[in-house]
């Protein structure tokens, strides 16, 4: 079956950079039906998407974080990962990977995050 | 960026009941787009129903969404008290590519 694990640093420091891997199994992430996506949990903000990526290396980035973040494929490994650059206490969340499935019906694509990631804590402090 | 707005925050009902969620949008989302999960204590977010209206894989016939527009609904009948969890409404848009959660409403079963 489809399975997300997230995997990196539980503890980073202020203004340096968060990274996150995502280890899918099940699936091919090389394959054109699903986007990848990191979503992230705090207290304060709730669920906020953060950004994904398609199986041709493609990228959407929340607008809030477009120009801190960059989220990338690594094919062979069946992985994407997550870089977040200049880091603040309020990147402190847990951090979630993600699939998006798609589906036609009555001629319109829905899409909705079937499987996610445990999910990985990261908390920014010094 | 399009905000959904969920009522109401908490639910307090009893097991049999039927539980009413509401999520409103800022601006008119697509009903092809707009999702509703489940997510308990320490666990990932479970999706419940896409589209609007269609069910997940494995969800039963208990969870049904309907809108459209702005105002979309999740019910859950006869709760059980496994239901008992924060539901979110989800919604994604174009042209931005543009995806927002509501704030959350929590359904206790009594």
């Known amino acids: 079956q489809v399975q997300l694990q997230e995997s990196g640093p539980g503890l980073v420091k202020p203004s340096q950079t968060l990274s996150l891997t995502c280890s899918v199994s099940g699936v091919s992430i090389s394959s054109p039906d699903y986007y990848w996506s990191w979503i992230r949990q705090s207290p304060g903000k709730g669920l906020e998407w953060i950004g994904y990526?398609?199986?041709?290396?493609?990228?959407a980035y929340n607008p809030s974080l477009k120009s801190r973040l960059s989220i990338s494929l690594a094919t062979a490994r069946n992985q994407f990962s997550l870089r977040l650059t200049s880091v603040t206490a309020a990147d402190t969340a847990v951090y979630y990977c993600a699939r998006e499935a798609t589906e036609i019906r009555n001629f319109a694509q829905e899409s909705y995050f079937d499987h996610w990631g445990q999910g990985k804590m990261v908390t920014v402090s010094s | 960026e399009i905000v959904l707005t969920q009522s109401p925050d908490t639910l307090s009902l009893s097991a049999g009941e039927r539980a009413t969620l509401s999520c409103r949008a800022s601006q008119s989302v697509s009903s092809s787009n707009l999702a509703w999960y489940q997510q308990k204590p320490g666990q990932p977010p479970r999706a419940l129903v896409y589209g609007a209206s269609s069910r997940a894989t494995g969800i039963p016939d208990r969870f049904s969404g309907s809108g459209s527009g702005t105002d979309f609904t999740l019910t859950i009948s006869r709760l059980e008290p496994e239901d008992s969890a924060v539901y979110y409404c989800?919604?994604?848009?174009?042209?931005?590519?543009?995806?927002?959660f509501g704030q959350g409403t929590r359904l206790e079963i009594k």
């Open positions: 989800q919604q994604y848009s174009s042209s931005p590519t543009e995806y927002t």
């Open positions: 990526v398609f199986y041709s290396g493609s990228t």
